[in-house]
Each structure stands twice: as structure tokens, then as C-alpha cells.
């Protein structure tokens, strides 16, 4: 079996807040963009952005 190797950790006080100004939208967007992952989760598909389904 192959061993595990460990690399280092990418994580830095500068790199949290690239992510943070990357990811700053508006709290109500969020929650929209969670809610229809959701239901592409539950139902396997979800509308495409011309509206057709897509699996």
C-alpha cells in the first residue's frame, strides 16, 4: 500500500483574506446560491443559464 505523503499547509493570515475579498457577497446571494445547489443536490439537475435542463 501506498504511503501517505504530507505536504505543507497553504494557509496564511494573507491567503484567509484573499479568500474573504474573493468571496464578498452579499449575505442574501449566498444564501440564494446554497438554496438552488441544494435543489441541484436533491433533484440531480438544475436550469441552465439559457433556462434548459441540465443533468
Known sequence: M???ILLPCL??????AQCREALD???QHAADLGRTALV???T???PGP???HVD
Open 2 to 4: 501506498d504511503q501517505l
Open 11 to 16: 494557509d496564511s493570515e494573507e491567503r484567509a
Open 25 to 27: 457577497i452579499p449575505r
Open 40 to 42: 441541484a443536490a436533491v
Open 44 to 46: 440531480g439537475a438544475y
Open 50 to 52: 439559457a433556462g434548459r
